[in-house]
T-cell receptor
């Protein structure tokens, strides 16, 4: 069966520091991968998605970036965090090449920028 | 662009009773998919139920069922015999049928509280 992991689970970082959040998927090959952000009490905002290694599409311009160095690894990064980057970050995967497929989410990372 | 609207920010229900959460969407596509996700206090998003628009039969999963009204672009979730563990945020979502289009859109959510 497929599983998705995210780490760290919680992170507290000062403004201006770098960021690296990691997401890995097991039990499937060539998945579509997604990064979402969720502000407290709000809905999900899609940040990035990837349909293959090295293929990244950005939905929202910001100081965050994403990379996919391996088939089942998706990384969210920032060179300098802003206060507004605080939130709950969710990674998700879906079956590639099929429309309307369910997205399965990881446990999320709580990021607090101080 | 597709939009998803959940007009009930918060709802509550007594344990063992039935509750219905509303969702409407806007699209010009003829084929698409609709989802309900649950986000408990742990904040992990969990798929509750999925509906394919070309299927007229409403999807059901145990105590969870939907009322899909394609002409009205409505997709409500009914929870029967509510349990304390159903307390969560519920998100309605829409996805088109075109591969790689990446057009999944989420509503703002409804916070459901099940009272003992």
């Amino acid at each position: 069966s497929q599983t998705i992991h995210q780490w760290p689970a919680t992170l507290v970082q000062p403004v201006g520091s770098p960021l690296s959040l990691e997401c890995t998927v097991e039990g499937t090959s060539n998945p579509n991968l997604y990064w979402y952000r969720q502000a407290a009490g709000r809905g999900l905002q899609l940040l990035f998605y990837s349909v293959g290694i090295g293929q990244i599409s950005s939905e929202v311009p910001q100081n965050l970036s994403a990379s996919r160095p391996q088939d089942r690894q998706f990384i969210l990064s920032s060179k300098k965090l802003l206060l507004s980057d605080s939130g709950f970050y969710l990674c998700a995967w879906s079956v590639a090449g099929v429309g309307g497929e369910t997205q399965y989410f990881g446990p999320g990372t709580r990021l607090l920028v101080l | 662009a597709q939009t998803v609207t959940q007009s009930q920010p918060e709802m509550s229900v007594q344990e063992a009773e039935t509750v219905t959460l509303s969702c409407t969407y806007d699209t010009s596509e003829s084929n698409y998919y609709l989802f309900w996700y649950k986000q408990p206090p742990s904040r992990q998003m969990i798929l509750v139920i999925r509906q394919e628009a070309y299927k007229q039969q409403n999807a059901t999963e145990n105590r969870f069922s939907v009322n899909f009204q394609k002409a009205a672009k409505s997709f409500s979730l009914k929870i029967s015999d509510s349990q304390l563990g159903d307390t969560a945020m519920y998100f309605c979502a829409f996805s088109g049928a075109v591969p790689h289009n990446n057009d999944m859109r989420f509503g703002a959510g409804t916070r459901l509280t099940v009272k003992p």
